[in-house]
Structure formats: structure tokens, C-alpha cells
């Protein structure tokens, strides 16, 4: 196991400043305020009124059974974790495997196996990215934010006493806690190369990780990790509680209080972005990285003109009817752009 060290004083999550937090927010102050700004927010008991969170207050026996009486048929996974590894869902430290094993299980059996789990077991269970309206019968039409576009889905995530690894997403994201407490630790995009990411094409979850345990960080091992820390924010989070978590933001997710329930919604800010522009970085590995240096440094200048955009507008120079695929980024456009690409990157 990783020792913890920094001129030996471990770090700790919990001295870390908190993330803004909104005692009683509207749904305006969310849209109009929050979203915009681009920052992790917490709004206290935003989901308070969810039937769901009036039964979870009154004890975890409460909350399964709310769960347990809405569940019908839909295939799932269920992760199970010995209990030597005290709930972290993350690498063995060689890399070599990961602390967990997945079965297939329906919702509902999963969810019983959750919940005797909190109560006697011999390891701890989690089931997650589960489709709401699919797993829950009538849950969702009592359990929701009714402002959020139909075709944004819910998912809810059940499990023991878990630790997720730090990881990202690359939607925006609204966690609502219904049942159990969680700690969430979040950090800035731009501290990945302080993370020490793991394998992008051998991941824990679908998106990399970092190999960095905050219960016990080893700083021999990953010492740029005490700078990612000092950008760090915390939010802790009860029934109720919601957290947003801006797109591409990296969270460690700690979950407590032995049956643990969450409610999130994940949305593209653009229709043209999301994962599209992680599959742009990948084909970038594949044909700029391995460049000289120096050529290296040259496309990074032209990603930066025309990609990224720091001196504005590439084409502000050129006539409007000579914009071509530097104009404003519209369905015709993409589509056209989009016809391109495909023709021109067939892979022989």
C-alpha cells in the first residue's frame, strides 16, 4: 500500500476550502448565475422536496424501501470490492488489475445487495450510471428537476461505503444526493499534469483516473500532487444537497454512511463539442505527438490561432462570404466539415 508522505505530514481533503455554496438558490440564480460562471457550486437542500429525500432523512431502511417498492427488470452491473481494499474503487498499485469485479445483475437485486451489504457484509457493492425511469417505476416523474429538457436522462448510483477515483466527465453535471453523505474533492482542468492520469485506453470507468489515493496520497511516488491539492475545493453533501460540477472539472467522490443513493444529470453545453473533442486529442496523439519538438511547437501555434482562440476571431480579417469553416460553427457547417473529415481520414 502507498505510504503517505510530505516531510511527513499527510495531506488531508478535509482542511480543503470549500466550494461556493447557495443556501437557497432558484432555479434563475442556477441558470442565469451558476451555470454561466463555469465553477463548482453547492445548493443546499435543492432536491429537499424529492419524495425520495423525505424517506432517506428518516433512516436507510426508509430509503430502500422507497427504492426496493419502484424497482422493476433492467439489466445492470454490480461492482463488488473486498474489504481489504476499504472501498477504493480505483488500480492495484501495479497496474496490473483493478480493486473491483463486475457482474451482471438486475436493478433490483443489486439494490438488495447494496443495502445488506451496509448492514452485514463481507465487501461493498456499487451500481451505477443506471437509467432512472428504466430501473425505477414512476421515480422519476416525483424525483426530478422539471425545468431540465426531457432528453436529458437521470441516472442514480447506489452503493456501500465507496471511494471513486479522481476522474472527469465531459458534460456539465448536477449530483444530487438522496440517501448517505458525500465528499466530493474537485480540481481545476488545468491541474491534470499534477493528477498523474492514468492509461486512457485501460480505464476504470470509461474515462482515465488519477493513480493518486487521497486517503493516503504517496508524495515520493507523485510529488507534483501537493500543487493539485493546493488548487483544490471541497463540497460535503447530504440528503437533498446538490452539487454542480462543470464540465471537464476532476472530482474524487467519497461516499459514507454505509447505503449511499445519488441522483445525477449529465448535459453537453454544446452540440457540437463533448466528445468529439476528446476524440479530436486522440487522433492528435496519433499525428502530432510524435513530431519533432520544434514541429511540435509550431502546430501548437496553429491549434492555438484557429482552435483555441486566444487573440479572438482567426478570421475577422477575411470577408464574411470567405469564412468558409472558420465561421460561426452551425448544423450546415458541421455537417459540411463533418463530410469532409470523413472522406479525408479514411484509415488505409
Not at 466530493?184 to 474515462?207: K, S, V, W
Request: aromatic share 12%; charged share 20%.
Amino acid at each position: 500500500m502507498s505510504k503517505s508522505t510530505n516531510n511527513n505530514e499527510p495531506l488531508s481533503s478535509a482542511s480543503l476550502p470549500a466550494v461556493t455554496e447557495y443556501s437557497d438558490a432558484s432555479v434563475d440564480t442556477l441558470i442565469e448565475q451558476i451555470l454561466p460562471a463555469g465553477q463548482p457550486a453547492v445548493l443546499r437542500g435543492f432536491a429537499a422536496e424529492w419524495p425520495a429525500v423525505h424517506e432517506a432523512v428518516k433512516g436507510p431502511d426508509n430509503a430502500y424501501k422507497y427504492l426496493h417498492d419502484r424497482a422493476q427488470p433492467h439489466a445492470t452491473e454490480l461492482y463488488s470490492l473486498d474489504k481489504k481494499w476499504r472501498g477504493e474503487l480505483t488500480y492495484t498499485e501495479d497496474l496490473q488489475d483493478v480493486t473491483f469485479s463486475a457482474v451482471a445483475a438486475d436493478f433490483g437485486t443489486a439494490l438488495k445487495q447494496i443495502f445488506d451489504a451496509s448492514l452485514h457484509g463481507d465487501a461493498d457493492y456499487y451500481c451505477g450510471s443506471v437509467e432512472a425511469h428504466k430501473a425505477l417505476k414512476n421515480f422519476t416523474e416525483h424525483n426530478r428537476f422539471p425545468w431540465l429538457d426531457k432528453s436529458i436522462v437521470p441516472r442514480i448510483w447506489l452503493g456501500n461505503d465507496i471511494e471513486v477515483a479522481t476522474h472527469y466527465d465531459v458534460s456539465d453535471n448536477l449530483a444530487c444526493v438522496i440517501a448517505g453523505r458525500r465528499r466530493f474533492t474537485l480540481f481545476p482542468p488545468e491541474q491534470i499534469a499534477n493528477l498523474y492520469i492514468g492509461p486512457i485506453d485501460y480505464t476504470l470507468a470509461g474515462r482515465p483516473a488519477s493513480l493518486v489515493s487521497l486517503r493516503q496520497p504517496d508524495l515520493d511516488k507523485y510529488p507534483r500532487f501537493k500543487t493539485a491539492m493546493q488548487h483544490a475545493v471541497v463540497a460535503e453533501l447530504g440528503p437533498g444537497d446538490v452539487l454542480f460540477i462543470p464540465s471537464l472539472w476532476w472530482h474524487h467522490v467519497a461516499s459514507s454512511g454505509g447505503f449511499n443513493v445519488l441522483l445525477n444529470y449529465w448535459w453537453a453545453n454544446s452540440r457540437f463539442g463533448g466528445n468529439a473533442a476528446y476524440e479530436a486529442m486522440i487522433h492528435g496523439l496519433m499525428t502530432v505527438s510524435a513530431l519533432p519538438p520544434e514541429q511540435r511547437l509550431a502546430w501548437r501555434a496553429f491549434f492555438d490561432h484557429y482552435v483555441f482562440r486566444p487573440d479572438g476571431d482567426p478570421a475577422e480579417h477575411i470577408p464574411e462570404h470567405r469564412h468558409g469553416v472558420l465561421g460561426k460553427m452551425i448544423p450546415a457547417r458541421y455537417a459540411k466539415i463533418k463530410q469532409y473529415l470523413y472522406k479525408s481520414m479514411r484509415l488505409k
